[in-house]
């Protein structure tokens, strides 16, 4: 007898069979002596569509609104249902004996499997592969220590929730915007709270009114200090009379400052933990301009593909004690090319394993994300691959190195009656900031404001303020009671900044603040944002479209809220723990997106689309509406039923320009259509005859009309020999005629 061994993707299956020893290599499945190992291409199967229940639903209709199945049932995908057949084919083997589920260590992976048991009505004993890394080892140690299946059904009653869930809120409550609003308007359990933040953000900006302050310098010539009132003033100054009463008070010849207070205390900055997922997506924003996709994208091959990292979408930032005994294999895979020289020195002493390093409960289904025991061929990895594995590397590196140490000098200055605070920090010991160059490489501070501070009471100071002037100067040797001349004092007027946007760094932040998606799936929130053009990017600052301002006011307060959709997800997560009521938890949803679909049909508010443009639809005649999309722009009729849609680009003819040689575009005016070459503003017209003249050769028909003009005027006839070639003769002549 055989088992039968279920993977998430075709590559993770291959590699599973290559470490069992199976060879005979099938189109859907690779079989051994001991195992079949076959593959789900993500989802095989999903929940049934509202037509299915009931055909009426294929069209959408706000009175047929809510759709609440009794029962929800499940149907395999078209798109995948080949492989679906391929499986249920293998489920029924009569040698076929247990079913080891070897899908993603998670919620969804275990959805992918479980489903898919569920249409195939597996009754046979099953058991769960549960690993996080794809190294050969890994694998063989998971397939030696498999687990029963059952201990995972509360992980699978977690994840049904979430399905049907999302199901029953975004399919009803999106089917009634659109329907009521004649627009494509999605909404959903997590999106929609996600951009009612951003827009609670925009409408801070909006409603931000600048305030004008001043702060005061003073130049000692080894280094500056900072004009404050006291010790904890930040320095700004609401009148510009002030600060030209302190410039008189502590400027002019022969002003003295006397060091009124000199402080050195040594500090230390413990190393950063770990990476988790989001933790992950928010360094590579900020460090490498990666989007949180594009970071899940290029981490899942550093993954599957290469074997470097451990599993991706993990929540925890510690490690279990049981991976303590292979850390120094791990610090010798990665001790390559330039992190050479700090892993090789980490090796030559015990490793400091401490609690924040190292914490069982603080481990959920994954520890942090880490390098494998696999060896490192850099060459092998593509530019973003190297990028996003080097800062894991050096992250992983800097968790056994000592702390960071620095004496910080803090001095007060006292010219009369006023102060001036400077500090300065002298490096003693880079610790851990050795991993990523020394202290300049490794400002963990943020640097830019990434749009996640919510302190706005005063709005914020452009550039760095008063009081932190001068942190990082160097300080010459001081005494307490030294005199220094005052070279110069001066004045700086500025004002204040409304909060900044959210770049992805900010979003992913507050998003894990409140709760909103799980890391495995807040980069698909973000990108199903942007798909829906209800936020743009700008830069590198994600902003609400018209589409969005109108979308956040015309769904229910509850469904905007944070607060709500982070309770979700916590009861979602309290289910999976097995101390959660799944049953009470689908009524409240139930409950709640019936509301909503009929505070939508009760609304009076008005949408009108935000991106029209001038065109009409050739179909209904109506404006149509300019759309981003991943081939450019297009013009899409804004009669969601009408559904008309071209590209928005000019179509270029292949005439060529007279002056520069490049291809025209076609356009269309009043005296008909015409060519225009972009560059050189040339015009020639064009005759609109057999064969649309737009190709720039007059009425000249090609091979492909010849056919269809033979085919449509032989009523069906098959011609050959003298015949046809006499009537493709007489239709060239006509083309030609046209001339």
């Known amino acids: ?80 249902a080949g492989q679906f057949r391929a499986v249920l084919q293998l489920c029924r083997r009569s040698d076929i004996s247990e079913l080891i589920i070897a899908t993603d260590s998670g919620r969804e992976g275990e959805l992918v499997a479980r489903w898919i048991m569920e249409l195939a009505h597996w009754k046979k004993p099953f058991k769960r592969l549960w690993i996080s890394s794809q190294t050969d080892k890994a694998i063989k140690d998971g397939f030696a220590s498999l687990k029963p299946g059952r201990d995972y059904d509360r992980l699978y009653a977690s994840a049904v929730c979430r399905a049907e869930a999302d199901w029953l809120v975004g399919l009803n409550v999106t089917r009634a915007l659109t329907s009521k609003y004649n627009a494509q308007l999605s909404a959903g359990r997590v999106q929609t709270p996600t951009l009612a933040m951003m827009m609670d953000r925009e409408r801070e900006i909006n409603g931000f009114q600048p305030k004008p302050y001043w702060t005061v310098s003073a130049d000692f010539g080894e280094f ?61 924003n900020k460090r490498l301009g990666f989007s949180a996709k594009q970071t899940s994208n ?22 279990s004690s049981d991976m303590v005994p292979t850390l120094k294999g791990r610090l010798e895979s990665v001790a ?39 060896y490192v061929n850099l060459s092998a990895l593509s530019p973003e691959e190297r990028k996003l594995h080097e800062l894991i590397v050096r992250r992983f590196l800097a968790l056994f190195a000592p702390p960071c140490r620095y004496d910080e000098t803090s001095v007060v200055l006292r010219v009369g009656d006023d102060r001036f605070y400077a500090r300065g920090n002298v490096l003693k010991d880079a610790g851990w900031k050795e991993a990523y160059g020394g202290v300049q490489a490794a400002d963990f501070s943020g640097g ?114 944070p607060e ?37 049909k009760q609304e009076t508010k008005e949408y009108k689309p935000h991106n029209l443009s001038h065109a009409r639809c050739p179909e209904c005649s109506k404006p149509m509406i300019e759309i981003n999309g991943k081939r450019g722009k297009s013009l899409v009729c804004q009669d969601r039923e009408c559904g008309y849609r071209r590209s928005a680009e000019p179509a270029l003819s292949n005439k060529r320009c007279p002056q520069c040689r490049k291809k025209m575009e076609i356009h269309t005016g009043k005296a008909g259509k015409y060519a225009q070459c972009r560059k050189c503003n040339v015009i ?18 090609n091979k492909h009309q010849q056919s269809r003009m033979v085919e449509q005027f032989s009523d069906k006839v098959t011609l050959s020999g003298g015949l046809a070639d006499a009537l493709k003769a007489a239709l060239e002549g006509k083309g030609d005629s046209s001339k």
Not at 6 to 29: D, F, Q, W
Not at 303 to 312: G, I, R, S
């Open 298 to 319: 290029v981490l899942q091959r550093l993954y599957e593909q290469h074997k470097l990292v451990t599993y991706p979408r993990t929540d925890s930032r510690y490690l």
């Open 1 to 80: 007898m055989k088992s039968l061994v279920l993977a998430e993707k075709p590559s993770v299956a291959r590699e599973i069979a290559r470490v069992l020893g199976c060879t005979n290599k099938n189109k859907s499945y690779i079989e051994g002596p001991k195992y079949v190992v076959s593959w789900a291409l993500g989802h095989l199967v999903g929940l049934s569509e509202p037509e299915d229940y009931d055909p009426k639903y294929k069209t959408w209709n706000l009175e047929d609104l809510p759709i609440m199945p009794g029962k929800m049932t499940l149907k395999p995908l078209k798109e995948t």
């Open 564 to 600: 709500l959709t982070a309770a979700w997800e916590r009861e979602l997560e309290r289910i999976a723990k097995g101390q959660g009521d799944a049953k009470r938890f689908m009524a409240d949803i139930r409950q709640k997106a019936s509301a909503w679909v009929n505070e939508v």
């Open 224 to 284: 500056q200090a900072a004009w404050r009132s006291g010790d904890g003033h930040d320095g700004r100054l609401w009148e510009r009379a002030e600060a030209e009463a302190i410039i008189a008070r502590t400027s002019g010849p022969g002003k003295q400052a006397s060091v009124e207070q000199l402080r050195t205390t040594e500090r230390s900055e413990l190393h950063p933990q770990a990476y988790d997922l989001t933790e992950l997506q928010r360094d590579a």
């Open 336 to 374: 390559v090319g330039p992190y050479a020289p700090l892993a090789r020195k980490l090796l030559r002493s015990p490793l400091p394993v401490t609690k924040r390093i190292v914490d069982d409960s603080k481990v959920s289904d994954h520890h942090a994300i880490i390098p494998t025991e696999q």
């Open 684 to 701: 020639e017209m064009l005759e609109d005859k057999a064969g649309g003249g737009g190709g720039g050769r007059g009425g000249r028909i």
């Open 448 to 561: 830019e404001d990434d749009g996640a501070d919510e302190d706005s009471s005063n709005g914020s100071a452009a550039g760095t303020g008063g009081g932190s002037r001068g942190a990082g100067q160097l300080l010459p040797p001081l005494a307490k009671g030294q005199k220094l001349p005052v070279k110069m004092s001066r004045f700086r007027e500025q004002q204040t900044q409304p909060p900044a946007r959210y770049n992805e760094a900010g979003l992913l932040t507050k998003m894990e603040k409140y709760g909103l998606g799980t890391p495995a799936t807040r980069a698909d929130i973000i990108e199903k944002l942007l798909s829906s053009q209800t936020i743009d990017r700008q830069g590198n600052r994600l902003v609400p479209t018209g589409k969005g301002k109108q979308l956040i006011e015309l769904v229910a307060d509850d469904l905007r809220s």
